[in-house]
């Protein structure tokens, strides 16, 4: 697939880390589809992780900020505003982080200040990133914010912890925001829940290969990944999607609609 659908479109795109994450297949295909961007990432990503690789082939620009930071995030805009000439078409929250996750937390047994810390890295960053936005003015009418979620926003998915509740508070964000916003500027606002995915965020939750091959089985279409996510938010970006605001949006092979599937139910007959 090569349509420049995002031609003279800018953008930010956050969260890359390394080759397997969904901001990285992103940046290369919002590059191949005509975009502009800078790419973001938290300061002590930008140490361990690849991005200079990612940053040398989409020739853009690394503004590090802190999603969690009001002064990083107005930081973000204001240097990628001035770096790509414009206001910005189009923003990727691509985000997320549970130090209870990471330490293996039962959710019975949280430890609430790593929530607070759950929930203002992986969701309130969003609604951050939208506010700071909404007041700059920093986005083009008929522009594009996605964030990106999972269905343990609807469902119980053990060792998810409280990253589902985090989920829950980005879904909720994007259609209270979307309102404001579509009022506003006619600025849409969306999440994409998208199939278990191998990414470092991905595989650090407990039993992910477990549900990896679980959704893979159930999915009439099986996983979805990374890169067709990419293209699934490259058209959300675009034009073609104008009207589409406030959504949660499946991108899972058909996981949240189906109940069984015969390949599953072979697998456990045996
Ligand atoms: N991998 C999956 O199975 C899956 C499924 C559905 C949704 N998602 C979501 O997709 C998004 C991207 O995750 P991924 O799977 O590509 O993994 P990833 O680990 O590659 O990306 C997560 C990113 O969040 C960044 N980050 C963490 N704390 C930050 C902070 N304070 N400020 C700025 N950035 C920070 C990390 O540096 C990293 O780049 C996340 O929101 C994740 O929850 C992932």
Redesign the pocket.
């Known amino acids: 697939m090569n349509h420049k659908i995002l031609e003279g479109k800018r953008g930010i795109i956050?969260?890359?880390?390394?080759e397997?994450?969904?901001?990285w297949r992103i940046a290369l295909k919002a590059k191949e589809a005509g975009a502009t961007f800078t790419l973001s990432?938290?300061p002590i990503?930008l140490r361990f992780?690849k991005i200079n690789e990612l940053a040398e082939s989409c020739n853009a620009e690394i503004i590090p900020?802190?999603?969690?930071s009001i002064e990083e995030i107005e930081n973000l805009y204001d240097k990628s505003m001035e770096a790509l000439g414009g206001k910005l078409d189009f923003v990727l929250h691509?985000?997320?982080?549970s130090p209870n996750v990471r330490k293996k937390r039962e959710y019975s047994n949280l430890n609430y200040d790593w929530l607070q810390k759950t929930l203002d890295?992986?969701a309130i960053?969003f609604h951050k990133m939208l506010q700071v936005a909404y007041q700059k003015e920093a986005i083009n009418e008929w522009g594009s914010v996605l964030?990106?979620?999972?269905i343990a926003a609807q469902r119980s998915f053990p060792g998810y912890g409280d990253?589902a509740d985090a989920?829950a508070t980005l879904e909720s964000i994007a259609r209270s925001f979307g309102y404001y916003y579509g009022i506003k500027n006619k600025v849409r606002v969306n999440t994409v829940?998208?199939?278990?995915?191998?990414?470092?965020?991905?595989t650090g939750v407990k039993g992910f290969g477990s549900f990896f091959d679980y959704a893979d089985k159930i999915s009439p279409l099986g996983n979805a990944d990374?890169d067709t996510c990419a293209d699934y938010c490259i058209t959300l970006f675009s034009d073609y999607t104008r009207m589409v605001t406030m959504q949660n949006l499946y991108h899972d092979g058909g996981f949240s609609n189906t109940g069984m599937s015969e390949a599953l139910m072979e697998m456990l007959e045996q």
């Not at 691509?94 to 982080?97: A, E, N, P, T, V």
């Open positions: 956050t969260g890359a880390l390394d397997n994450s969904i901001a990432n938290a990503a992780g900020a802190d999603a969690t691509s985000i997320g982080m890295v992986s960053s964030g990106l979620s999972y990253m989920k829940s998208q199939s278990p995915t191998k990414t470092t965020a991905g990374a």
